[in-house]
């Protein structure tokens, strides 16, 4: 899957391909590939595309989008949600620090914002791979140092990735194909797969995160030994831009700039970290982060609530134009967002009354009611991508869905996927008929105004929340399922008793997301797949262990063209849709931001880059003049 490093932090999930060297005589990708054909041994090659050729050849100084001129200095405040309690990657169920400090890890290789699916070097010059993908050499930069002096080495690489398959559980799955790291000369490090033809495997090992073996192994100031599988407030040595410069546990953090930084000038870095300090404030209210931003207490502010977009920014510096609001367009992912339901349990094992439930979500009301009309629904696990499937299945998708046919709902292949319409009294009665047939067929009845089992026992559902402001959401779709007799019952907890419950499956239905990469590929097995289902803290977040489906991810994994992996996917989306797995919710298309007008960025932003902030963007001192000093 092509996921950035710092997604892959924020979120459990990640979203990016490495150009020819010497050896290779400067060719595209592409002609290396049959360079490689022919020799004994693999060509080295200075960057990844999972398919098609890469934009930039070897060499290139820069990338396109960036301000090679871009100020360096100034700092930026922003807002990160939640609390920490530790700066160690290794260890799961602890995103809100590491949604902070994904700047200062680096991994092999970095994205580039222009392309799909494109990495290039960061730590590693170079990369090697034979033609069936069945291991892959990456080889290190000479110049590549951590903070203390130290170069980073293959035992440093080695070592990140046992540590991260051992005590991290979605590295443990995403990287599980990789049997084997080994030493392969003094500066290049040769990971062998399980099995040949998985193209993507290559670039999911250049997105490691490298830690420093020396320093995890060593003893800290307390005279301690360090032990990376534990949680840490120890400022972790690392080799990035930046550095943990001060934090107050739990409330926020200081990153600086690390002047001698040995990446500063390599071409993948040109026009990047700009800001001296980069700070964040950590807040567990959304409506008080907001404040804070009207207030000057942070620049940035990436906007989630259609309500708060056309209610909350209606205040004197917005009309003054010292805020500024932007909204940038999403093109580089597509996202299921839903109301997942846990079908481990008994009561959401038949598809039936997980359709009914979808009936009952009267969308249109609520997006006109409480979203401002600005929401779209999502009809798709790709939504928002050209791997959604829509109308009927043909061509080479049909193929595809021809050899799980007899596994599948019938529907896949005779009728188009689309949610039950609301929005007027005539449409919500009618899907409330529906969702009641539904219930009915699957051995529900009313009985007392309740709906009751074969066993008598009432139909209850609890809606598990973490986030007090979606409440209202679930308080809006309370009342549809309360008319079928249905109990609901709706729980605000907070984040780590949160993070337990899903851990250990003790849900009945959360809302859940999962954003799509342009090329998705083994994140799918940890989304859907059988293996992820009994795994504590898995993606898989609603439990779906199916035959046919894990057909579909794997033949999505080894596809061989692009046209290939759109059809695979495709055929995976309709199968997903049918089973009726979730409520499907609302996507926007473009991300909402709002900043203090303190800064600058490139003319033509990257294509796949959305804001791309801070990443590209620089401190403006005379805008910053001119709208005065900060609160």
């Given at each position: 899957?092509?996921?950035?490093?710092?997604?892959?932090?924020?979120?459990?999930?990640?979203?990016?391909?490495?150009?020819?060297l010497?050896?290779?005589?400067?060719?595209?990708?592409?002609?290396?590939?049959?360079?490689?054909?022919?020799?004994?041994?693999?060509?080295?090659?200075?960057?990844?595309?999972?398919?098609?050729?890469?934009?930039?050849?070897?060499?290139?100084?820069?990338?396109?989008?960036?301000?090679?001129?871009?100020?360096?200095?100034?700092?930026?405040?922003?807002?990160?949600?939640?609390?920490?309690?530790?700066?160690?990657?290794?260890?799961?169920?602890?995103?809100?620090?590491?949604?902070?400090?994904?700047?200062?890890?680096?991994?092999?290789t970095?994205?580039?914002?222009d392309?799909?699916?494109?990495?290039?070097?960061?730590?590693?010059?170079?990369?090697?791979?034979?033609?069936?993908?069945?291991?892959?050499?990456?080889?290190?930069?000479?110049?590549?140092?951590?903070?203390?002096?130290?170069?980073?080495?293959?035992?440093?690489?080695?070592?990140?990735?046992?540590?991260?398959?051992?005590?991290?559980?979605?590295?443990?799955?995403?990287?599980?194909?990789?049997?084997?790291?080994?030493?392969?000369?003094?500066?290049?490090?040769?990971?062998?797969?399980?099995?040949?033809?998985?193209?993507?495997?290559?670039?999911?090992?250049?997105?490691l995160?490298?830690?420093?073996?020396?320093w995890?192994?060593?003893?800290?100031?307390?005279?301690?030994?360090?032990?990376?599988?534990?949680?840490?407030?120890?400022?972790?040595l690392?080799?990035?831009?930046?550095?943990?410069?001060?934090?107050?546990?739990?409330?926020?953090?200081?990153?600086?700039?690390?002047?001698?930084?040995?990446?500063?000038?390599?071409?993948?870095?040109?026009?990047?970290n700009?800001?001296?300090?980069?700070?964040?404030?950590?807040?567990?209210?959304?409506?008080?982060?907001?404040?804070?931003?009207?207030?000057?207490?942070?620049?940035?502010?990436?906007?989630?609530?259609?309500?708060?977009?056309?209610?909350?920014?209606?205040?004197?510096?917005?009309?003054?134009?010292?805020?500024?609001?932007?909204?940038?367009?999403?093109?580089?992912?597509?996202?299921?967002?839903?109301?997942?339901?846990?079908?481990?349990?008994?009561?959401?094992?038949?598809?039936?009354?997980?359709?009914?439930?979808?009936?009952?979500?009267?969308?249109?009301?609520m997006?006109?009611?409480?979203?401002?009309?600005?929401?779209?629904?999502i009809?798709?696990y790709?939504?928002?991508?050209?791997?959604?499937?829509?109308?009927?299945?043909?061509?080479?998708?049909?193929?595809?869905?021809?050899?799980?046919?007899?596994?599948?709902?019938?529907?896949?292949?005779?009728?188009?996927?689309?949610?039950?319409?609301?929005?007027?009294?005539?449409?919500?009665?009618?899907?409330?008929?529906?969702?009641?047939?539904?219930?009915?067929?699957?051995?529900?009845?009313?009985?007392d105004?309740?709906?009751?089992?074969k066993?008598?026992?009432?139909?209850?559902?609890?809606?598990?929340?973490?986030?007090?402001?979606?409440?209202?959401?679930?308080?809006?779709?309370?009342?549809?399922?309360?008319?079928?007799?249905?109990?609901?019952?709706?729980?605000?907890?907070?984040?780590?008793?949160?993070?337990?419950?899903?851990?250990?499956?003790?849900?009945?239905?959360?809302?859940?997301?999962?954003?799509?990469?342009?090329?998705?590929?083994?994140?799918?097995?940890?989304?859907?797949g059988?293996?992820?289902?009994?795994?504590?803290?898995?993606?898989?977040?609603?439990?779906?262990?199916?035959?046919?489906?894990?057909?579909?991810?794997?033949?999505?994994?080894?596809?061989?063209?692009?046209?290939?992996?759109?059809?695979?996917?495709?055929?995976?989306?309709?199968?997903?849709?049918w089973?009726?797995?979730?409520?499907?919710?609302w996507?926007?298309?473009?991300?909402?931001?709002?900043?203090?007008?303190?800064?600058?960025?490139?003319?033509?932003?990257?294509?796949?880059?959305?804001?791309?902030?801070?990443?590209?963007?620089?401190?403006?001192?005379?805008?910053?003049?001119?709208?005065?000093?900060?609160?």
């Open positions: 899957m092509n996921i950035s490093r710092r997604h892959l932090l924020q979120s459990g999930a990640f979203v990016a391909a490495f150009p020819l010497k050896t290779a005589a400067d060719l595209p990708l592409s002609t290396a590939a049959h360079a490689q054909a022919a020799a004994p041994e693999a060509a080295w090659t200075h960057s990844l595309s999972l398919f098609g050729d890469v934009k930039y050849p070897a060499n290139f100084k820069r990338f396109d989008y960036v301000n090679p001129d871009a100020p360096k200095g100034g700092a930026v405040r922003r807002i990160a949600v939640g609390t920490f309690d530790n700066f160690n990657p290794v260890v799961s169920g602890v995103k809100g620090s590491l949604g902070a400090i994904g700047d200062i890890f680096e991994s092999l970095v994205s580039s914002l392309e799909v699916s494109t990495q290039y070097g960061l730590l590693a010059e170079a990369i090697s791979y034979p033609e069936d993908y069945s291991w892959v050499t990456y080889r290190l930069r000479a110049e590549a140092k951590w903070h203390d002096g130290k170069p980073v080495t293959a035992d440093d690489v080695i070592f990140s990735l046992d540590a991260l398959k051992t005590y991290h559980p979605f590295y443990s799955a995403y990287y599980r194909h990789v049997v084997k790291a080994e030493k392969n000369g003094e500066r290049d490090i040769k990971f062998t797969f399980d099995a040949p033809g998985n193209r993507e495997l290559p670039q999911i090992v250049g997105q995160i490298v830690l420093p073996k020396h995890w192994q060593g003893t800290a100031a307390n005279g301690e030994k360090r032990d990376v599988s534990a949680t840490t407030l120890e400022p972790p690392t080799s990035g831009a930046y550095r943990i410069k001060s934090f107050v546990p739990g409330r926020s953090i200081v990153l600086e700039r690390v002047k001698d930084y040995w990446g500063r000038d390599i071409n993948v870095n040109v026009g990047r700009n800001f001296d300090e980069l700070r964040f404030e950590y807040f567990r209210d959304s409506t008080v982060a907001l404040e804070a931003f009207k207030g000057d207490q942070v620049d940035w502010r990436t906007e989630n609530s259609a309500k708060n977009w056309a209610t909350a920014y209606d205040f004197p510096a917005v009309t003054d134009k010292r805020v500024v609001l932007e909204e940038f367009p999403n093109r580089s992912s597509g996202i299921m967002q839903a109301f997942a339901m846990n079908i481990r349990r008994d009561k959401f094992k038949d598809a039936r009354v997980r359709h009914a439930l979808n009936y009952a979500f009267d969308f249109e009301e997006n006109k009611q409480i979203f401002f009309g600005q929401y779209t629904r009809a798709s790709f939504e928002g991508t050209e791997l959604a499937s829509r109308g009927l299945p043909s061509g080479r998708e049909l193929e595809i869905l021809e050899t799980v046919r007899g596994q599948v709902p019938a529907e896949v292949f005779t009728t188009e996927y689309k949610n039950p319409v609301g929005g007027s009294p005539e449409n919500v009665r009618g899907n409330l008929r529906e969702a009641m047939k539904l219930l009915k067929e699957a051995g529900y009845q009313v009985k105004r309740k709906l009751v089992g066993d008598g026992a009432p139909f209850e559902i609890e809606m598990l929340t973490q986030d007090p402001s979606f409440e209202r959401v679930l308080l809006f779709f309370k009342p549809s399922l309360e008319r079928l007799g249905i109990t609901v019952g709706i729980r605000t907890v907070d984040a780590a008793q949160y993070e337990n419950r899903l851990r250990s499956w003790d849900f009945d239905v959360v809302v859940s997301s999962w954003p799509e990469s342009l090329s998705p590929g083994n994140e799918q097995r940890e989304f859907w059988s293996q992820a289902a009994a795994k504590a803290g898995s993606r898989n977040v609603v439990g779906i262990a199916d035959p046919a489906i894990d057909k579909l991810i794997e033949r999505v994994i080894f596809t061989k063209d692009r046209d290939d992996l759109v059809a695979a996917t495709k055929a995976l989306d309709r199968v997903l849709l089973h009726h797995f979730v409520v499907p919710q996507t926007y298309g473009k991300i909402r931001t709002a900043r203090w007008d303190r800064f600058g960025h490139p003319d033509e932003m990257p294509k796949y880059g959305m804001s791309a902030f801070p990443d590209i963007w620089w401190f403006d001192k005379a805008k910053a003049d001119k709208i005065g000093k900060r609160s």
